[in-house]
C-alpha cells in the first residue's frame, strides 16, 4: 500500500457516517411473514387466515399487502390495519428518520367512492399523528379528485417532540369504500420500512468533504505516479 493510501484510510473513516441500526423489526418482510408486526380487521383483532393481510413472495423479495375487495377473497367490511409499537429511543444530538415504500393499486380507485389507505403514527388510542407530532396522517390517499391508485418512496424526519415517548405504533390501514359492483378491490403493499436513528451532525457537511477528499486524492496519486 502507498504512503498515500495509509493516511487517507484513517481520513475516510473519521468523515464516513457510521451505520444506522433499523427501529422496525421485520420492516423489509425477508422473513417472509408477518412476524413483528400485528394484524386488525374492522377493529376486531386478526382475522385469521384470510386474504385480507397476505405475503407477495417474488423470487425470495417479500413484502406485505393488505387487501379490501367487498366480502370476497378479504373479509373486512371497513379497513384493515397492519401495525407495529415503534421504538422511538434518540440519543441527544440524534435524529429519527422513517422511511418505507407503499404501492396501492386495483379495480376500485374512484375518487370519490373507492377504496383509500392512509399511513400514520398512533399513539395507542387510537388517535393519528402525523411527523409533525400534530393530529394528521404521514401519508393518505389524495382528495384532490384524482384517482388514488399510485405507488412511491417515501421519507420523513419525525419531530423531536416524539422521542423517547412509549406506547406509539405505525399503522398502514387500507380501507374499503362505498362502490359496490363484481371484480372490486384494493390492495395496499408495504415494504423496506426503516426507523433509523441518525447522528445530527452527519448530513450535508460530510458530503463536500468526501468530494474533497477525492480531488485531493486525485491530486496526490498524479504526483507519486509522476
Given at each position: 500500500m502507498k504512503r498515500t493510501s495509509i493516511w487517507l484510510l484513517p481520513l475516510c473513516l473519521c468523515i464516513a457516517p457510521p451505520s444506522q441500526a433499523n427501529l422496525i423489526a421485520n420492516g423489509d418482510f425477508q422473513s417472509?411473514?408477518?412476524?413483528s408486526?400485528?394484524?386488525d380487521s374492522d377493529g376486531l383483532g386478526s382475522p385469521g387466515t384470510t386474504g385480507d393481510f397476505s405475503i407477495e413472495n417474488t423470487a425470495g423479495n417479500c413484502r406485505a399487502l393488505l387487501t379490501v375487495d367487498d366480502g370476497q377473497s378479504a373479509q373486512a367490511f371497513f379497513a384493515n390495519t397492519l401495525y407495529q409499537q415503534l421504538t422511538l429511543t434518540a440519543l441527544t444530538g440524534e435524529h429519527l428518520w422513517l422511511h418505507f415504500d407503499w404501492a396501492f393499486f386495483g379495480t376500485d380507485g374512484a375518487p370519490l367512492t373507492g377504496d383509500y389507505f392512509h399511513i400514520a403514527l398512533n399513539d395507542g388510542l387510537g388517535n393519528?399523528?402525523?411527523a409533525d407530532g400534530q393530529l394528521g396522517t404521514l401519508l393518505q390517499s389524495p382528495t384532490n379528485g384524482q384517482s388514488s391508485y399510485g405507488s412511491?418512496?417515501?421519507s420523513v424526519l419525525l419531530d423531536s417532540s416524539l422521542y423517547n415517548q412509549s406506547g406509539w405504533y405505525l399503522d398502514f390501514t387500507l380501507?374499503?369504500?362505498t362502490a359496490i359492483g363484481d371484480g372490486l378491490f384494493s390492495t395496499l403493499a408495504i415494504d423496506n420500512v426503516r426507523l433509523e436513528s441518525v447522528s445530527a451532525a452527519i448530513s450535508e457537511p460530510a458530503l463536500p468533504a468526501l468530494f474533497f477528499l477525492g480531488l485531493m486524492t486525485m491530486g496526490l496519486l498524479r504526483r507519486e505516479e509522476g
Open positions: 417472509c411473514d408477518f412476524s408486526w400485528q394484524q393519528l399523528y402525523g412511491g418512496m417515501f380501507g374499503e369504500g
